[in-house]
């Protein structure tokens, strides 16, 4: 087992192929932070340098599990975290200059650094300038709080925009970008990627099982398992929870897709997880993908997978079930945009 090292971008840092997703560690997924600190422990003896959390995640809970697990190893990591989700006021959230100028120490305090490897933009906010964003990142840069910038789930024009301001203003350009991606949702294909690889990003990719679809554990007429995610989502986020029902129509499709994919996993000789993750890393732009287990068996598991990789004819196969560029499920996207409600269309 090898994970491999990565350039990001043309930053000329080196990270792992695996980025270790903090998002459960805390209140939303494993609430003992010394179970956790273990998970991020044996990460990083299995080759993992790379680790991306947010400030909203658990309510900032995660952010203080990483500062614990870090203390004495800081070095050893690229640390990744982000702003932009709700913290608490109205000016307690987005992407102006005022909230991230004091969110960015209340991260650096839960984090127990000095400073942040990779500050991202959690989501896009058109209700304001980029350039402001991009100011206020840049003078983060030239205070040593933060080394690079980088967006998560922008779209492509977007990404365009904010390389244009950067040029225009003389200010840091995103170094990275985060999408969504995986077998069920390669949206980012179409029009992300291109972006991405014409200005040289790093690219550290979101959810490549789906959410945990892509891990077989929805059967059809099951109830999804306690531990599942689709489980915590009802808990947590109830708005929501209708996304994992198995009755709806894109669900069923997904459940199709599984027992299509799994056929091919076994022709190559892997799990469907570990191929499915090996899917995403394929892609020429992919730098990374962000895993997130909630369990040191997940985490072992995982790691188990490192040395995958597929061959031309099981891409292809793939790409015959879901074509590239397709989304099984719009609101996989991560983001859904403005424009495209009912207000933004009929104003």
């Not at 000329?12 to 903090?22: D, E, H, K, R, Y």
């Not at 127990?112 to 933009?121: F, G, N, P, S």
Request: proline share 6%; aromatic share 8%.
């Amino acid at each position: 087992m090898a994970v491999e090292l990565r350039p990001l971008g043309r930053t000329g840092v080196q990270v792992s192929t695996f980025c270790l997703g903090a998002m459960m560690f805390g209140a939303w997924g494993e609430p003992d932070h010394g179970e956790s600190i273990r998970i991020i422990h044996r990460a990083l003896e299995g080759g993992i340098n790379f680790i991306d959390t947010a400030d909203a995640y658990s309510a900032g809970e995660s952010e203080e599990i990483v500062g614990k697990a870090l203390k004495g190893r800081r070095d050893e990591v690229v640390l990744a975290t982000k702003v932009h989700f709700p913290m608490g006021g109205p000016n307690e959230r987005g992407n102006s200059r005022l909230w991230i100028m004091r969110e960015v120490e209340n991260s650096l305090r839960r984090l127990d650094t000095d400073h942040i490897d990779l500050y991202q933009i959690h989501r896009p906010d058109f209700d304001m300038e980029i350039e402001q964003t991009l100011s206020a990142l840049t003078d983060l840069v030239r205070q040593g709080k933060v080394r690079y910038i980088g967006s998560t789930t922008f779209p492509g024009f977007h990404l365009v925009e904010s390389h244009w301001a950067s040029e225009r203003r003389g200010l840091e350009h995103f170094a990275s970008e985060q999408p969504p991606y995986s077998i069920l949702v390669r949206g980012a294909e179409r029009e992300v990627f291109p972006v991405t690889q014409r200005y040289g990003m790093g690219v550290l990719v979101w959810s490549p099982l789906a959410g945990g679809w892509l891990t077989g554990k929805y059967r059809r007429g099951e109830e999804a398992p306690e531990d599942s995610r689709a489980a915590r989502v009802k808990k947590f986020n109830p708005r929501t929870a209708d996304r994992f029902n198995l009755d709806r129509p894109t669900n069923r499709r997904k459940l199709d897709i599984v027992d299509d994919l799994t056929p091919i996993a076994e022709k190559a000789g892997v799990t469907l997880t570990h191929m499915s993750i090996a899917f995403a890393l394929a892609h020429p732009a992919v730098t990374s993908a962000i895993i997130g287990p909630r369990t040191m068996e997940q985490l072992d598991d995982l790691l188990a997978g490192a040395d995958v990789r597929l061959d031309a004819d099981t891409l292809d196969a793939i790409d015959d079930v879901v074509p590239p560029g397709e989304v099984i499920e719009n609101a996989d996207r991560g983001w859904d945009p403005p424009w495209m409600s009912p207000e933004g269309r009929r104003r």
